[in-house]
């Protein structure tokens, strides 16, 4: 697998700047939001994604990222963090801290239906988010909230009139008290414990066959040991 350097914050800190409509920031070029390849084309083509595309032709879902309305796509960094994660639990079940756990430990088809929970019919775009957020089902059956979260990370800077939003993909699980929303009619009484966050660091991506958004490096595969 390769690892590169995080793009999130100068994904970001453009993407505002831009108000999210022209241009993005990634490896340091910059290009417009319209691409005119394939959305599995395009994780093809960048290195970022390059255990992602592995995992994609493995699990036999290229046609199926391809035809979906909206893909939120993994780095490599938050698989590298998904099988760390694994590594540590299998450490302390069999109580060696030596045992070594690795992409190729992984058994990618029991993690097919795990990878289409980023897989959705609709496109989604910060557009079409709402006050409350977008209450979306994956092509796994999953409910996921997307939402456009204002920050005020730029308040002081002079640089917004506005605070400006991010866009997250949310996993609600659930806690005593809290269950999981049946429809979108509940989100109101999500309790801010029951969210697992995680934000987009690249937005907007406009392929030939949908929309791509690019999860935070810092996420986890399938949010494995979130607890946000």
């Not at 390059?50 to 938050?78: H, P, Q, R, W």
């Not at 496109?123 to 988010?129: A, E, F, G, L, S």
């Not at 456009?148 to 917004?160: A, C, G, R």
Request: with cysteine.
């Amino acid at each position: 697998m390769k690892f590169l350097i995080p793009i999130a914050t100068a994904a970001v800190v453009l993407c505002l700047a831009s108000s999210c409509k022209k241009s993005y920031t990634i490896g340091g070029s910059t290009f417009v939001a319209q691409v005119n390849v394939t959305t599995y084309d395009y994780l093809k083509t960048n290195h970022l994604f390059d255990t992602l595309v592995i995992m994609i032709d493995k699990m036999g879902l290229k046609d199926e990222v391809n035809k979906a309305g909206t893909f939120f796509a993994v780095t490599n960094y938050s698989i590298r963090n998904f099988v760390l994660a694994g590594q540590a639990d299998l450490q302390v079940s069999r109580n060696d801290e030596n045992l070594k756990y690795t992409f190729d430990s992984l058994d990618l088809p029991s993690l097919k239906d795990t990878l289409r929970t980023y897989i959705f019919s609709d496109r989604i775009t910060r557009d079409n988010i709402t006050q409350i957020g977008l209450w979306r089902h994956s092509a796994e059956g999953d409910a996921r909230l997307v939402e456009l979260i204002p920050t005020t990370d730029y308040t002081n800077q002079n640089v917004f009139t506005t605070d400006p939003k991010y866009i997250y993909l949310t996993k609600v699980i659930a806690k005593p008290g809290f269950p999981v929303p049946s429809d979108s009619t509940q989100l109101i009484s999500v309790d801010p414990s029951q969210k697992l966050q995680t934000l987009c660091q690249t937005t907007g991506i406009l392929t030939t066959t949908g929309v791509l958004h690019v999860l935070a490096s810092t996420h986890t595969f399938n949010y494995y040991g979130d607890r946000n």
